[in-house]
């Protein structure tokens, strides 16, 4: 089955910085790629997603890229804000109604102002 | 965007004793639903996926006589912990997809402390 891994399990910048947080996957079958921010004891929320199709996709400060024949994918956030800090997880899956999320570590965003 | 909901958000109960969680899709239907369990500054672990109709389909390693899943309409699926013990205590958060791209739009968790 898919496993996805994820780097780095926490990570500290400055407001204003960028932050950049990988995953790879396992499945060649995966095509689907979302990023959820989950912030503590409330639901995960989608904050960007990227399908296998395209290479980049960005909204405002935040971005994705993937790689499928590296079978990995980033997400990059630019001028980091401190309500920006809160636990980042990548997930897997391949597209259609059985399309169970496989879900990395996780990553820390800690924005120190 | 769509909506999930959960019930109850939290739940304490006692060792032996069935805890029954409910998710709701509100404003879309839903054949597929998906059950997770999350423990403290740990990941989301798919535990099964809910079939509208049909059985669950359980994970490797997830007891399914112990955590029954039940998803009688296109609306909502129910997941039972029967016979809790405290290591059951976790955050059982559902999702079902949903939208033109079948999004994962999830609920916001049911906090479940078995004492």
């Known amino acids: 089955g898919e496993n996805v891994e994820q780097h780095p399990s926490t990570l500290s910048v400055q407001e204003g910085d960028s932050a950049v947080i990988k995953c790879t996957y396992s499945?060649?079958?995966?095509?689907?790629f979302p990023w959820y921010k989950q912030e503590l004891g409330k639901r995960p929320q989608l904050i960007i997603d990227?399908?296998?199709?395209?290479g980049e996709k960005k909204d405002q400060r935040i971005a994705v890229t993937l790689n499928k024949t590296a079978k990995h994918f980033s997400l990059h956030i630019t001028e980091t804000q401190p309500e920006d800090s809160a636990v980042y997880f990548c997930a897997a899956s391949t597209s259609g109604a059985t399309n169970k999320l496989i879900f990395g570590t996780g990553t820390l965003l800690a924005v120190q102002p | 965007g769509a909506v999930v909901s959960q019930h109850p958000s939290r739940v304490i109960c006692k060792s032996g004793t069935s805890v029954k969680i409910e998710c709701r899709s509100l404003?879309?239907?839903?054949?597929?639903m998906f059950w997770y369990r999350q423990f403290p500054k740990q990941s989301l672990m798919l535990m099964a996926t809910?079939?509208?109709?049909?059985?669950?389909?359980?994970e490797q390693g997830v007891e399914k006589d112990k955590f029954l899943i039940n998803h009688a309409s296109l609306t909502l699926s129910t997941l039972t912990v029967t016979s809790a013990h405290p290591e059951d205590s976790s955050f059982y958060i559902c999702?079902?997809?949903?939208?033109?791209?079948?999004?994962?739009?999830f609920g916001p968790g049911t906090r479940l402390l078995v004492l």
């Open positions: 999702s079902a997809p949903g939208g033109p791209w079948e999004t994962q739009y």
């Open positions: 809910s079939n509208e109709g049909s059985k669950a389909t359980y």
């Open positions: 404003d879309f239907q839903a054949t597929t």
């Open positions: 499945d060649s079958a995966s095509n689907y």
């Open positions: 990227i399908r296998s199709n395209v």
